[in-house]
């Protein structure tokens, strides 16, 4: 894949220095990070992630190679069809008022094709910790001849973008088992322009599906397997939202049930008179 990277929206995610376009690589005065398999790496050394971000890096890298033929089986499970909980999601980030959308934890891009048919000329940028999902990612791009759109290997709670950047930002999957969630919150408030939206969502039982006996017994367990297998939680975890600077929030059921969308704008900063 070509290299469509903006190199003015970028900073060095360690240290948030600018970066320069080398060839092959974007560079600091003191690091470099190069450019292969069709997006550009962060994550240089294994002390940098937190242990349980290294794990799930592990899980989403031999993931990887079957997701995209499991996602479309375990649907049907929950009553579902993937695509219709995904376009269900996708609705919450008012594409209309949308140029420009980070998609953090772009796994295999599954999204993508969806976002580019509600709006076509949409600038997308994507990251994520899994190298495996990621290489998914730009086969998949390639197959549905979409190279447009920039890729990063990080974790979501270091992103490489300057203050300010996204109308938009989508994450679909994956929070539930982040090491450091309010990191990756703030990070998220961080590089979305005031007033642009963000839409978080993961696996979670709505209180209605949480009283059925075999929604409890039979999905959370499924769901309770994964979250097992990736450490992690099932509750839309609220308690990780800013007191201020944020808008419009609210807390949603999408898919039957079955998963919670937490969505909200990010406040426009008033200057005082
Ligand atoms: C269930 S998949 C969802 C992928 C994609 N968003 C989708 O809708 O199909 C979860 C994704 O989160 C990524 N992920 C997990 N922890 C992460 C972290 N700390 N930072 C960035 N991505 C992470 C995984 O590598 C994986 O691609």
């Not at 360690?14 to 600091?28: A, C, E, I, V």
Request: with cysteine; charged share 25%.
């Amino acid at each position: 894949m070509e290299d469509f990277t903006d190199i003015d929206i970028l900073q060095c995610p360690s240290t948030g220095k600018n970066l320069s376009l080398g060839s092959g690589s974007l560079d600091t005065d003191e690091q470099s990070f190069k450019f292969q398999d069709g997006y550009y790496s962060f994550i240089n050394q294994e002390e940098e992630l937190a242990k349980q971000d290294r794990y799930i890096q592990r899980v989403y890298d031999a993931f990887s190679k079957i997701y995209d033929a499991a996602m479309p089986m375990l649907f049907p499970f929950l009553g579902l069809k993937e695509q219709d909980v995904r376009k269900e999601i996708i609705q919450y980030l008012e594409l209309n008022k949308v140029s420009s959308i980070l998609e953090v934890s772009i796994g295999t891009g599954a999204n993508i094709p969806l976002l580019l048919q509600c709006k076509s000329n949409l600038k997308i940028c994507g990251i994520d910790l899994s190298s495996g999902m990621l290489k998914a990612c730009v086969s998949n791009l390639r197959k549905w001849g979409l190279t447009r759109i920039s890729l990063y290997q990080t974790s979501a709670s270091k992103l490489p973008f300057k203050d300010n950047q996204f109308d938009a930002i989508l994450h679909v999957g994956g929070i539930n088992s982040f090491a450091n969630k309010e990191a990756a919150l703030l990070e998220m408030l961080r590089v979305v322009k005031p007033g642009g939206k963000i839409v978080i969502n993961d696996e979670g039982l709505s209180p209605k599906r949480n009283q059925e006996w075999y929604s409890r017994i039979f999905i959370k367990s499924m769901f309770s397997l994964f979250a097992s297998l990736e450490r992690g939680e099932m509750d839309p975890p609220e308690y990780i939202l800013p007191a201020k600077g944020i808008e419009n929030y609210r807390l949603d059921y999408v898919g039957n049930g079955y998963f919670w969308v937490m969505s909200f704008n990010k406040a426009i900063q008033r200057v005082a008179i």
